[in-house]
Each structure stands twice: as C-alpha cells, then as structure tokens.
C-alpha cells in the first residue's frame, strides 16, 4: 500500500485500545515470564510488540469523529503541499495549486 493511502487512512480509522484492554493484557501476558521478577512492559513497549496483523486479526477498527478526521486531512494534505511532500527529486508529488481548492 502507497504512504499515501495509508496516511489516509490513518486519518480515517484507528484501533481503540478502550474496547480491546483484553488483547492487551493477553499479549502482555504471553510476552513477559511469569515471575523471576520481570517488570511489566510500558505501553509503548507493548505497542512495538504488537504486529499490524495481530491488530486486524484481534481487534475491532473504528472511524474517527468527523471533526478529527478533518483535521488530520487538513494536515496531511499541508504536508503534501510543503517542502516534505516532494520526491527525492525536489518534484512536488501534488499540485499545490490544485490542492489548496480542496
């Protein structure tokens, strides 16, 4: 999938952790050894051990409320506009033009 549609996307759908707590503790629970004195993992660290297909496997996708989906459309299409949404060539990849009518 292009970064771009997974910018997208992203600005579209997340996985709430609120409705998947018992994902999370389980895999909490199968990374760590019981015992021996282990501290449990952080948050972050138990993000980078959650693979994307486990996400989609175990979890429940949501949409975003509208007004966070347009705001984060907004930044998107501003970073694509800007200096960062170029190609390693300095060529825009939108038309800033075009993408300020939308």
């Given at each position: 999938m292009s970064p771009l549609r997974v910018n997208l996307s992203q600005s579209s759908f997340y996985y709430g952790k609120d409705n998947?707590?018992?994902?999370?503790?389980?895999?909490?629970s199968f990374t760590l050894p019981q015992g021996h004195g282990w501290t449990a993992l952080t948050e972050k660290q138990l993000d980078r051990q959650i693979t994307k297909e486990e996400l989609?496997?175990?979890?429940?996708?949501r949409t975003r409320g509208?007004?966070?989906?347009i705001q984060l459309l907004d930044q998107l299409i501003g970073e694509l506009i800007s200096d960062r949404g170029k190609d390693s060539l300095g060529v825009p990849l939108l038309d800033p033009i075009r993408m300020q009518h939308i």
């Open positions: 998947n707590n018992t994902f999370y503790l389980i895999k909490q989609e496997l175990h979890c429940r996708r509208e007004e966070q989906t």
